[in-house]
């Protein structure tokens, strides 16, 4: 089934019109998919997340989350049931001093009962791997930490889609691994569709599809290893590659004959399989 | 130093005090103080200092710990201390000193006294309940309390909602104004010598990002709290439920039996200036 | 102006319940003219080391002097030192406050050059927004706030580096950017490096970023130095970062790797230079399955880098 829809959507900031942050994006995510959003800053990428959970409604064109139409106001607290969302900045999005009263803040938002509420807490805790801090304060985590912690506060509303807008930006990495790797199994578990805006090629890496924003358009679709493989294009739009990727072109221009790679351990091999073949 | 604000004065400890209800702990600080102005002689401030003293002793909170938080407020006390003590100017029978309208009695010492303990006492009560209350508790109490409110349509719950945003806030913001110090510092600021006007100008390139950030984090947080499907009170529910246990009941006992008391050693020995026909009755009798 | 530190150590909340001992005996030095880059995790005594360097932390413990401010005296003068040891914090653009992008570069200068009349000021102004690539006539009188990320990131860059600072210590500088923008920023730190800020202080985490353009690092860990010298001795190291739970750079791997295999690449460590040593091994190797066919086989061994890619480029129509 899909997940997300657009169908020629446009989006501007401005009342007129004009500039517009999103230009005309057509394309579907199907459900369990894991896509990875790519662009330089103010390419619309994180406009585009914004379209997805109804905080943004297209200026033309429609946006549809799980079948139901972003435009439709009524619709709204389902569209946000349906697609949770992570910022970038993991200090704005806790709203209490307790991890746990966190965590329940969405649960507590669509009424759940009481017993059921700590049941999504436990749930979620658990699927970051944050349960021994349950009671801690979120003031007092590392920056990875307090991402899982909102990770987990989306997580106990039971989305299916997972929105992350630069969610891993802000964080060194050892963070930005923690929340990689919570990603990642929340996709093969639990099979949850996962739209992960970021400007970290070797996260894009690790989706099975990447898509390329340039100033508001989807220009790039496809596998990373496909998106990663086409680098005069990507030059073209401003993004550079993963530095494994650089180094096999490099050695691929100069007639080395190395397979594509596009991590340190793909290079290794390649080079290895390519020198002991004299 | 104001890094542990989220915790506020908290002290962590498993007790008969921490496990109470918020609102029955504010119910009874709002009790201890009405004890404290009651208590008419310096028998009902003793009692009042027994009684605190047992709690504290149940609270499990080190002695030194509770004392601190008078530490803070300790010039106040000193201060309305001797403005009572110099100035004190009702009937007075037992000068010592005098120097127009400056005096010194016997009775000054004794209303300087009274008051200095009274002003101890209501810190060290109060913050009892600071000390073994977290301030998110402290929020879901006061919420709790104020729902009758609600009728005459107070928004109880947006000022809770406001009031844990805010606390939850505190840390972040006091990191931040840090940083910005640190930085303007960095690029050859003073915040430390000149005159008030000075100081208070040298402030304007902390407190203008401070605010473009808190504006900016705002923002941020509201849209993240639409995505977690924040639409106001309407159908949400509370995660965590207060509830009354045996433990409040039995200070609800202890509470009533301390303001009784309060009230009959009022009764039995009189005013504060009494303690003048108790020493007079006990030690020159004959 | 040289730094020495040695047996630097900070304690935060000194007796007190909090007392954290963020600096356990520091033996660094750092010498003028580098582009030093400072490695360690969060919590490892890195940034309180570097806020040391400017007396943003006073030292309480040890010997630490910056050229030849004695930083342990208390009689140091340490507005002048501030105006000679330029320090941009992380997210540098939230310290923006002036109204225009002029006023607030001009700032530091009103600090800590008062023998600087406006006119004096405006030129400095001037050349330090050119030179963190802003132009000065069009963004003067911007507002501050109304500036793209990137741009005020440079602001507030100028807004440091407009003292002239002879050395400038950055937390973090290119983070929170995109690719592009943390390859522009490193390349505007490299023009300004040597000539307007004599020596460069880089806090990152970045092991790429460090391996690439820091001519010496040091590595924290719990308060101390574990690891000092070039990116080519400290990654040679790599036993001790991944004990530390630290990275080492792409190519730094990759090398590993390959040494695990029997291929040993004697690399910097940056990418180019890594590309380049394992062609070498491969010629060395008599360039087994050269693609192209082996018109340019004869060149190759005396020709450079570049004119095999040209020879690339000409002869292969897919591979620019």
Known sequence: MEAVRFENTKFSYRDDGKDPAVNGVSLAIEEGEFVAVLGRNGSGKSTLAKLVNALLVPSSGKVFVCGMDTSDEKLAFEIRKSAGMVFQN??????????????????????????????????????????AFRHSAPARLSGGQKQRIAIAGVLAI???????????????????????????????????????????????LQADRAIVMHRGEAVMDGAPEEIFARSDELEMYNLTLPRAAYVCKKLQDAGMPVKNAFTAEELAEAICASLQRG | MLNDVTFGQYYPAKSFVHSMDPRAKIVFVIAYIVAVFLAGNFFGLAAVTLFLVIIVAASRVPFGRVLRSVKMILFLIIFTAILNLFFYSSDVDHL????????????????????AMRLFLLVMGTSVLTLTTTPVALTDGIESLLKPLKYIKFPVHELALIMSIALRFIPTLTDETNRIISAQKARGADFETGGLIRRAKAMIPVLVPLLVSAFRRAEDLGDAMDARCYSGAKGRTKYKKLTFTWRDLVGLLLFAALIAGVVLLNMYFGGKFAVFDWIAGNFFVG | MRIVAKGLTYTYNPKSPFASQALKGVDLTIEEGEFFGIIGHTGSGKSTFVQHLNALIKCTGGYLKVGYYDLADKKCDFLELRS????????????????????????????????????????????????????????????????????????????????????????????????????????????????WCKTIVIVSHDMDEIAENCTHAAVFSEGKVVLTGTPPEIFAQSETLFSLGLDVPTTARCALLLRERGIEIDTDFTCDDFAEKVLAQWRAAGMPGKTGAGQVAERTTSGTESDINREQAGGDGDAE
């Open chain 1, 90 to 131: 993991p200090d704005n999005q806790t709203v209490a001093s307790i991890v746990e009263d966190d965590v329940a803040f969405g649960p507590e938002n669509i009424g759940l009962p009481r017993e059921e509420i700590g049941r999504r807490i436990e749930f979620a805790l658990d699927a970051v791997g944050m349960q």
């Open chain 1, 158 to 204: 039971l989305p299916k889609i997972m929105i992350l807008d630069e969610s891993t930006a802000m964080l060194d990495p050892k963070g930005r691994r923690e929340v990689m790797e919570v990603i990642k199994k929340l996709n093969r578990e639990r099979g949850m569709t996962v739209i992960l805006i970021t400007h970290f090629m070797d996260e894009a």
């Open chain 2, 96 to 115: 010592i000193w005098q120097w127009g309208i400056i005096a010194i009695s016997w009775e000054a010492i004794i209303n300087m006294v009274f008051l």
């Open chain 3, 84 to 195: 000679k040891v330029g320090m941009v914090f992380q997210y540098p653009e939230y310290q923006l406050f002036a109204e225009t992008v002029a006023k607030d570069v001009e700032f530091g200068l009103k600090n800590f050059r008062k023998d600087m009349d406006e006119k004096q000021r405006a030129q400095a102004v001037r050349e330090a927004l050119e030179t963190v690539g802003l132009d000065y006539a069009r963004i003067k009188d911007e507002s501050p706030f109304e500036l793209s990320g990137g741009q005020k990131r440079r602001v507030a860059i100028a807004g440091v580096i407009v003292t002239k600072p002879e050395v400038l210590i950055l937390d973090e500088p290119a983070a929170g950017l995109d690719p592009l923008g943390k390859k522009e920023l490193m390349e505007l730190l490299h023009s300004i490096h040597g000539g």
